[in-house]
């Protein structure tokens, strides 16, 4: 049985996370190291220091979900977290990265949705969290996704990378970006060993630090529902409801999308959106500061499967 270092690492970051006092836990000196101490995780889980330890070390060990169990209430983790902890140390590395899987399809009837939904942004999301699809209104919205090569439409890169991104989500754009990494970090670890997933994860680690720092914290996000504000170059300001959903028969494609409340300004500056879209076939949306105004030329093609 291979070490798990992924393990490991998940185990010591979230320890070092947790607030030794919101537990009861008080020192009367400062502690060296943030978080609390591995026999303090021991106790709680009711396990062994020892075997915790070896756990932290990547040890070549198979715990029981009923430990899993009692480490993610011991830690506090949300669903999210709990299902990487179950899935991680299931999965442990093996240091030989595998070839990707078949390229992802999207049905036409899903085209054919995206394509209905009118004035609502949506694309699909598949594995690495790249776009599979999006209608015209996500790429008047966002970016034209089809406008680039393959390997680069996938939201965390451009979320990351892309200057156009940051001014669109402005201050929100850190905890919308980490997000999108914490979604990748998901993905990872249903699909471990994946060679694709690591020459990604390496190129945004070479070139953005903040990718670097939100990775090497441990962040593991689902995405189901929230709410995003935008400084759109077009329309101005726009508060929009995110609503995520994944496809019956296939859990690594997931749409979503952007709603505006009804009979509200954003619903309006959507409405505005989608006829300056309609007018302008090819979109492609500079960088901007937020709340400004500017015009760019514009568009997209129909939605491309990505492997």
């Known amino acids: 049985m291979d070490r798990n270092e992924g393990l490991g690492d998940f185990l010591r970051a979230r320890r070092a996370a947790m607030d030794p006092r919101a537990l009861g836990i008080h020192d009367l000196t400062p502690r060296r190291v943030p978080g609390l101490r591995r026999e ?5 889980a009711g396990v062994s220091v020892d075997y915790y330890t070896r756990l932290e070390q990547g040890r070549p060990i198979a715990p029981s979900e009923a430990v899993l169990d009692a480490l993610a209430n011991a830690l506090r983790l949300d669903p999210a977290e709990r299902g990487y902890l179950h899935a991680v140390a299931r999965q442990p590395a093996t240091g030989r ?3 990707s899987r078949a390229v992802q399809k999207v049905r036409p009837g899903v085209h ?6 009118g004035d609502t942004p949506a694309f699909v999301l598949g594995r690495r969290t790249t776009i599979l699809a999006s209608n015209r209104m996500a790429r008047a919205l966002l970016a034209d996704f089809d406008a680039v090569p393959a390997r680069d439409r996938n939201v965390t890169r451009w979320m ?5 991104a940051r001014s669109l989500f402005g201050d929100g754009w850190e905890r919308v970006a980490s997000e999108f990494v914490g979604a990748l970090r998901m993905d990872a670890a249903r699909n471990p060993d994946d060679a694709a997933t690591a020459e990604l994860v ?8 903040r990718f670097r720092r939100w990775w090497a914290g441990q962040k593991v996000v689902v995405h189901s529902y929230g709410t995003k504000i935008l400084h759109h170059p077009i329309v101005g300001d726009l508060t929009l409801h995110t609503e995520t959903l994944t496809f019956p028969g296939d859990p690594d494609q997931n749409l979503y999308t952007f709603l505006a409340a009804p009979g509200s300004p954003s619903e309006e500056a959507l409405a505005v959106l989608s006829t300056w879209a309609a007018q302008h076939p090819v979109v492609t949306l500079t960088p901007h500061p937020p709340h400004a105004a500017g015009r760019s030329s514009s568009g997209g093609g129909p939605g491309v499967d990505s492997p």
Request: net charge negative; proline share 0%.
């Open 112 to 117: 054919a949705l995206l394509a209905r939904l």
């Open 202 to 209: 390496g190129e945004l680690s070479m070139k953005s630090e």
């Open 160 to 164: 990351v990378l892309d200057e156009a």
């Open 40 to 44: 303090e995780l021991a106790a709680l």
């Open 97 to 99: 990265r595998r070839a």
